[in-house]
């Protein structure tokens, strides 16, 4: 009798008693505004038994890599260091992209803590699904359970595998589960924000959701299992005919270019001529150098490059030879500055720790992790002057 209370104990220092678990959903590149075009009775059971805000704001740049790990942080990109789907880390003198396995998988490129780790620092089983940043070891913790990102796996088989983690053994199932999408994103890029295509793919996502809920109602975690929906970012049209071709302005052999739509990083390879003014006469596009950048951005640290070239929404930076080279044009992009509401993406929100039929404000996606930390009941590892605290601590979205 002692020896079983005495193991008792033991495995109650070892993994808390609260019986709380939290389960995050990323619909990547879900604009806010995609849910109001079609019908989704599963996100609007969801909705409606729960909270929503009216968009979640994504960090500049409005790309998917940074704003899966601010979600994941609740820092800026300044501050956790990953500042695009690509760059240039002047720290480790290493390039960092989203195709390259090896630096998605190096610990060293990322900054701050992901809401895993938290967990796991906490005695908090945590898993992961395709999230980013998860498949690298950082601070020295990984996830419980991972998976490295493969976007060939069928929605519903991570729906699955996520089912069987929570049908595990209590010692070995996860609290904390963050769930990746890739959809409507690839959709909104090929064809465009208004196309039929996205309100197909919206429509399948609504379906996925419901199997998801169906599926977790099944498990006995269930009714003590909080579920937060979210998006990285939102989408705008893009064409043809408002393309700015760097090129034509810059000789770009003078510097190490990280090209993308939206935004562009250029670093000085051997010239330090000042091209901060190089688009005075256009109305499309920005350049800034670095110790310029506006403070709205949270984009300045020891590895921003020598100049950030910024579009207009709907806009799209490229150059003569890869406009030639191109066999498409997409019809979508993101990655512009945060204010355009076009690339706001959802935040909603349900269970035993939410309030029921809230609808609330537009608020920054920051504040994903101080509210994972709560419906986990966890103390967050950093504080952050930049959070909604008004959000956070007075009870408008919380029981």
């Avoid at 720290?91 to 796991?120: C, H």
């Avoid at 996205?198 to 419901?210: A, L, P, Q, T």
């Avoid at 739509?261 to 390879?269: Q, R």
């Avoid at 929100?349 to 009941?377: H, M, W």
């Amino acid at each position: 009798m002692r020896y079983k209370l005495f193991c008792i104990f033991i495995l109650s220092l070892v993994f808390p008693s609260s019986d709380k678990y939290t389960l995050v959903v990323s619909f990547d590149g879900f604009r806010h505004d995609y849910i109001n075009r079609v019908p989704t009775p599963n996100f609007d059971k969801f909705i409606n038994g729960g909270v929503i805000a009216s968009s979640l704001s994504p960090v500049f740049p409005s790309l998917t890599f940074p704003n899966h790990y601010s979600l994941a942080t609740g820092y800026h990109a300044d501050e956790h260091k990953i500042l695009g789907n690509k760059f240039f880390s002047k720290t480790l003198n290493k390039d960092y992209s989203m195709r390259d396995s090896k630096a998605v998988q190096n610990g060293q490129f990322y900054g701050m803590e992901p809401i895993w780790v938290t967990a796991e620092k906490n005695n908090i089983l945590s898993a992961t699904y395709f999230w980013i940043g998860s498949e690298a070891e950082i601070n020295g913790y990984r996830p419980t359970i991972y998976k490295k990102y493969d976007g060939s796996v069928k929605f519903k088989s991570r729906v699955d595998s996520v089912i069987s983690w929570f049908s595990l053994p209590i010692e070995q199932r996860p609290k904390l589960t963050m769930l990746y999408f890739s959809e409507p994103d690839y959709t909104g890029h090929e064809y465009g924000p208004n196309s039929n295509e996205v309100n197909r793919s919206v429509i399948e996502m609504d379906s996925i959701f419901g199997y998801l809920i169906d599926e977790l109602s099944r498990t006995k975690v269930y009714k003590n299992l909080d579920i937060i929906v979210v998006s990285d970012h939102g989408m705008s049209d893009v064409s043809l005919d408002k393309v700015i071709l760097l090129d034509t302005f810059i000789d770009l052999d003078k510097y190490k270019v990280i090209p993308s739509f939206a935004v562009t990083h250029l670093w000085n390879l051997n010239d330090d001529e000042d091209i901060s003014n190089i688009f005075d006469n256009e109305n499309n596009v920005q350049i800034f150098k670095k110790g310029q950048f506006p403070k709205k951005y949270h984009f300045s640290n020891s590895d921003s490059p020598d100049y950030l070239i910024v579009a207009d929404l709907g806009w799209s930076l490229t150059t003569s030879q890869k406009l030639n080279q191109s066999k498409s044009f997409p019809g979508g992009m993101h990655g512009y500055d945060s204010n355009y509401l076009e690339m706001h993406g959802i935040f909603f929100a349900n269970g035993p720790s939410f309030k029921s039929g809230v609808r609330i404000d537009s608020f920054e996606n920051i504040n994903l992790y101080p509210i994972i930390c709560k419906t986990l009941e966890i103390p967050p590892y950093k504080e952050n002057v930049y959070w909604d605290y008004n959000l956070l601590n007075n009870s408008i979205i919380f029981k």
